[in-house]
């Protein structure tokens, strides 16, 4: 089998617009955002850190990295997953979001697993 195989993690991305906790007229939209990671490779993983670079509607790009996700490494034997939900706020109605996360693996291979880039957007904002 391929190493790749090995060493491989599903990400699935949700975004929500949430209104009721932003300010449109002061310029401040923010987001929720639900991220689904699997491991769907072989060795047993550990998510040890997170990149992420979010980029508002005016170009403007806010890196952010970090220990962990939401206060948690999660450990993954192949086939478990783990949810989490954050945010983040911009000042404009539409951006986007990729990046990756650094994973270890249980045989000391470290490793990343890519978050493909996705669109935050206030309702009726996009057509």
């Given amino acids: 089998m391929a190493e790749q195989d090995k060493y491989h993690i599903t990400i ?5 617009f949430l209104d009721d906790q ?3 007229e002061a310029g401040r939209y923010v987001f929720s955002y639900t991220i689904a ?8 993983a550990q ?5 992420w670079v979010i980029t508002d509607g ?5 890196e952010v ?18 949810e989490y939900t954050s945010g983040c ?6 951006g986007t979001m990729r990046g990756s996360y650094q994973m270890t693996a249980e045989d000391g291979t470290q490793f990343e697993a890519p978050i493909a ?6 309702p009726r904002t996009l057509h």
Avoid: W, Y
């Fill in 89 to 94: 706020a911009l000042s404009t109605p539409v």
């Fill in 47 to 51: 998510l040890i850190s997170r990149h």
């Fill in 65 to 82: 990295r970090g220990l962990g996700v939401v206060g948690n490494q999660p450990f993954l034997k192949p086939g478990e997953s783990f």
């Fill in 12 to 16: 699935g991305t949700q975004p929500q």
């Fill in 22 to 24: 932003s300010d449109i």
């Fill in 37 to 44: 990671i699997r491991n769907t490779g072989r060795v047993a």
């Fill in 117 to 122: 880039e996705f669109t935050l957007a206030m």
């Fill in 58 to 62: 005016d170009g403007k790009v806010q």
